[in-house]
């Protein structure tokens, strides 16, 4: 009896682990998947010669399915007609239909990238390349290198890299218009390689696209080039360093804007454009231009007003002349209107600067009055930029205050002899405290001058000095944040980056980096120093 008892309890604990096992829950449902797809067997075999085929089938041990494939997909040399890639939905056979006729006795790869995953967990079967030869053997030569940028620090996302085959037939002229022989795309680290490549000679470009059409097109693209020809098999790795083109000049068509307003575009260095009216004259005849803040335009403003059907003008610049029939319309007169272009937030160093939408001709700095936040008047004064239309109001400022300026009526006349009514503005200036400085101390620079530029985490300029003789460089009244410094080398000295040309073989400026990002903190002043190789 007591032998019995004693099973009691171990009968109980046994029932209640049976009673444990049946509540419910969700089950893990295991380690995740993250393995990619694996090939099993292709049709016709990787690597095959004399291929004749116009289907390729690839065949995976799970199903797939395919990501932006259009996108990834590098098919080298080009083919004409995209080829037409299946599945659409998830299959376990991908399908390359070649809608093209194949050049003799030529290497072709397809390479696709990332965008082949299994259709469960979205694994890639990352840069799987298909590789065929319409003769008798693979080409089998390389050819890497890196690519930078003539501005930043890299290139933005990844570049584009051509190689033209350079034959009888061949003109630099061809990479605005034709495919090249070979094409690949950069890694992560800005690196190219091409592979399966035949001996020859070649053009080597990169190219940093808008239409993903392997052609130049100036207007959109940026481009590097090998100084040299190619010369394959080779052991050399090379550099290619991106700068987008200025465009060459070209006048645009004329507008009339409003009453007596005609508007000019051009493309290119228009700074020498002069606007010449070559059709007859109304007795008193006057005009007067400026040039557009943001784009590429010249005003023209004239008086008196002329009921014409159209004019003729001429249009100089530079070498350049082109004559340029304006017609004409019935348009309202234009009214004198005034913007800041900066007013709210300035620095000590920042000026207000006011714009007109007429041509402005005279201005009375009695008839203007700069108060503090006490209301103590401050000295000012007025200067006209006639080449933008633009008034700056001069007056000394400090820190953290605020000043009420006032132009009276009569202070601004344009060319129409109007006056401004009464025109207000707040400016407000931070402590000085808010703001970080930056000395730089420059090293081993071969050749003046220089330019030092002060540029923002986006490469957007905040400030920059010309150096004609080594000494040390403040940039003062830096918001706090994350900056670059670049050097560039000015060797026309004309105060500016110069880029360069890819039909006249003109490299850009060389621009140096400070070797590190720098951080300009509120109320901190830094000491760099930067040593130029």
């Excluded at 507008?255 to 059709?279: C, M, R, V």
Aim: glycine share 4%; hydrophobic share 35%; net charge neutral.
């Amino acid at each position: 009896m007591k032998h019995r008892l004693l099973y009691i309890p171990i009968l109980l604990l046994f029932s209640l682990s049976f009673v444990d096992c049946a509540k419910k829950g969700s089950p893990s449902g295991g380690k995740r998947d993250s393995i990619p797809p694996i090939i099993v067997k292709s049709n016709p075999e990787n690597y095959a010669i004399n291929f004749t085929d116009d289907e390729i089938r690839i065949y995976f041990n799970e199903y797939i399915k395919l990501k932006d494939v259009q996108k990834e997909l590098i098919v080298s040399p080009p083919l004409k007609n995209v080829p037409i890639i299946t599945p659409l939905s998830a299959s376990k056979i991908l399908k390359i239909k070649i809608t093209d006729t194949l050049k003799e006795n030529t290497t072709y790869s397809f390479n696709f990238g990332k965008s082949i995953q299994d259709n469960n967990e979205g694994n890639p079967f990352e840069y799987f390349k298909y590789v065929f030869s319409t003769g008798t053997y693979i080409d089998s030569l390389k050819l890497s290198g890196t690519v930078t940028d003539a501005q930043l620090l890299k290139p933005e996302n990844s570049t584009t890299v051509l190689l033209h085959e350079i034959n009888e037939t061949f003109n630099d002229s061809l990479v605005f218009s034709e495919k090249p022989t070979y094409v690949t795309i950069t890694d992560s680290i800005n690196g190219f390689e091409f592979t399966n490549l035949r001996a020859g000679k070649y053009l080597l470009i990169a190219l940093k696209e808008k239409n993903n059409d392997y052609t130049f097109q100036p207007a959109n693209d940026k481009i590097a080039y090998a100084e040299s020809v190619i010369s394959l098999p080779t052991d050399s790795t090379y550099e290619l360093n991106l700068f987008k083109e200025a465009p060459e000049y070209k006048i645009a068509r004329a507008n009339h804007l409003t009453k007596n307003h005609i508007t000019f575009g051009f493309e290119g260095d228009g700074k020498a454009l002069k606007i010449q009216l070559l059709s007859s004259k109304p007795e008193g005849y006057r005009y007067r231009t400026y040039a557009d803040l943001k784009s590429d335009t010249l005003h023209y403003w004239f008086k008196p007003e002329m009921e014409v059907d159209s004019l003729l003008f001429i249009a100089k610049n530079y070498k350049s002349i082109d004559t340029l029939n304006v017609r004409m319309r019935d348009l309202y007169k234009d009214t004198l209107r005034f913007s800041a272009t900066n007013a709210g937030l300035l620095t000590e160093k920042d000026t207000l600067k006011i714009r007109a939408n007429t041509p402005l001709v005279a201005f009375d700095s009695e008839k203007i009055q700069v108060l503090n936040k006490d209301s103590v008047k401050v000295d000012a004064r007025i200067a006209l930029d006639s080449t933008y239309n633009i008034v700056k109001v001069v007056f000394d400022k400090a820190e953290e205050q605020t000043y009420r300026v006032q132009l009276f009526p009569g202070a601004l006349t344009d060319f129409y002899e109007t006056s401004n009514d009464t025109l207000n503005y707040t400016l407000t200036t931070k402590p000085i405290s808010d703001y970080g400085s930056l000395a730089l101390t420059l090293n081993n620079v071969k050749k003046f001058p220089i330019i030092v530029q002060l540029v923002d985490s986006k490469f957007k300029l905040l400030s920059e000095k010309y150096i004609s003789e080594n000494g040390p460089i403040l940039f003062d009244y830096i918001p706090p944040g994350n900056y670059y410094v670049r050097i560039i080398l000015d060797e026309n000295k004309n105060k500016k980056w110069d880029t360069g040309n890819f039909l006249q073989r003109l490299t850009p400026e060389k621009v140096i980096y400070y070797p590190s990002k720098i951080e300009v903190r509120a109320n901190w002043s830094l000491n760099e120093i930067f040593t130029l190789d």
